[in-house]
């Protein structure tokens, strides 16, 4: 299964100190380009989606986002928290702001569009498969973790890789020589990704930044290609809400 998902944060979430109304501008460009580009190829190929949005990018583009994104089937919406702050942090103030990151959200996307993550893993991440949080006490709580490489660390886009060296950059442990630096190479990291979870039915979701894949591959062509193997594979492509929903039924039947 092909699970679909972007995190919309902006280039603002690789420095936040760098916060201003003139690169605000610059990074809102960008991400709303980005969008633009994908939510054409995703209605080419009709296939379903989920947008994790920070806050903070909804504050100031929440109309042009909704014009994007609102009133389509195949669009699922989601929070991305409100400041993407680092959140790994015993102390009782970063809980508390932590919760007002995820109230905010949530009421800005109910304004704009009628309506916990995964442990930290190294890159590329593991292929943890969806899990209901039923011995946290929120039995009706699924997560969905990112599997394999974050777009931004593989394509170094914003610059987080530099200096990678020889290292294994699967989950199969096969060793990574280098970082992609052409669109070929990119997918064949991809494809390769894809192919394990194909070869192992698993769920295979890696995360992906609209500006990161638009910096990256302006014409998206390997998203492109990613959707075109799961079709020749005959894997079906589909949103969180799509992927909850399917799970909640097999539950359902489950305890019938």
């Not at 102390?91 to 930290?120: V, Y």
């Not at 199969?172 to 039915?201: C, H, M, S, W």
Request: proline letters at 6%.
């Amino acid at each position: 299964m092909f699970i679909l998902t972007f995190d919309v944060e902006s280039a603002y979430a690789l420095n936040p100190n760098l916060e201003s109304d003139s690169n605000w501008n610059i990074w809102l460009e960008e991400t709303l380009a980005s969008i633009t580009q994908i939510t054409q190829l995703l209605k080419k190929h009709k296939v379903p989606a989920t947008f994790f949005i920070v806050g903070k990018v909804i504050e100031r583009a929440g109309q042009d986002l909704s014009n994007l994104l609102n009133d389509n089937f195949l669009f699922d919406i989601g929070s991305h928290t409100y400041s993407h702050m680092e959140i790994l942090s015993a102390h009782s103030e970063t809980k508390n702001k932590f919760k007002n990151e995820l109230i905010k959200t949530p009421k800005l996307i109910l304004k704009h569009f009628d309506g916990i993550g995964p442990p930290d893993q190294p890159m590329p991440a593991l292929f943890t498969q969806p899990y209901w949080h039923t011995q946290d006490g929120f039995t009706d709580l699924l997560e969905i973790p990112a599997t394999g490489w974050h777009c931004n660390l593989l394509f170094n886009t914003g610059r987080q890789s530099d200096g990678w060296q020889p290292s294994p950059g699967f989950v199969d442990g096969t060793i990574l020589a280098k970082l992609p630096e052409t669109l070929e190479e990119g997918f064949l990291v991809r494809r390769k990704e894809f192919q394990y979870a194909i070869d192992n039915n698993l769920v295979y979701g890696p995360a992906m930044h609209p500006w990161s894949v638009y910096r990256f591959d302006p014409e998206l062509k390997h998203i492109e290609w990613l959707i075109e193997m799961a079709k020749d594979n005959n894997v079906p492509i589909m949103n969180c809400r799509q992927l909850y929903d399917k799970h909640i039924t097999n539950a359902q039947k489950n305890n019938e």
